[in-house]
């Protein structure tokens, strides 16, 4: 991967790819990146050595934390922010998307049955054998209140 050179430092990518980027920037001395945001990725930065302040923009408010060796600053996405070195700082700078554990959308609802090699089939509205599906009706007829139809 190639090695960028910035008004601050350089910049080398170590990984890329569609879920995660990590950087490993050096920073010099009184460097610093334009203030900035991220639509859609989180960012963290993780000191390797050297002193980092990382500014961040909330509501109208200036957070600044000062990060040293082995410390680390996450800023979510959508947060301005900036970065400043207050002496010549190694860094592995950390971008990632956030997955949205709701984005689940359900067709049925799962349940349980005494027969774990039946399913009820929702084209057909009966139970079908996964050891013979064809289009023939199933051998195992249900008994009357044994599977509720909301079931």
């Known amino acids: 991967m190639q090695t960028d050179g910035k008004v601050w430092g350089i910049t080398r990518p170590l990984i890329q790819t569609g879920a995660i980027e990590i950087h490993r920037i050096t920073v010099e001395e009184g460097g610093f990146c334009s203030k900035h945001r991220h639509q859609s990725k989180q960012n963290a930065f993780y000191v390797l050595s050297g002193k980092l302040e990382i500014s961040r ?62 399913f009820e089939s929702e084209e057909k509205g009966e139970w079908v054998s996964t050891k013979d599906i064809s289009p023939r009706k199933p051998s195992f007829q249900r008994e009357e209140g044994e599977y509720p139809k909301d079931h």
């Open 57 to 118: 923009w909330k509501k109208g408010i200036t957070d600044r934390t000062i990060l040293h060796q082995n410390e680390m600053c996450v800023v979510p996405a959508g947060e301005y922010h900036l970065f400043r070195a207050a002496e010549k700082s190694e860094v592995l700078e950390i971008y990632w998307s956030e997955l949205n554990h709701e984005d689940i959308e359900r067709a049925t609802v799962g349940g349980r049955t005494r027969h774990p090699d039946l």
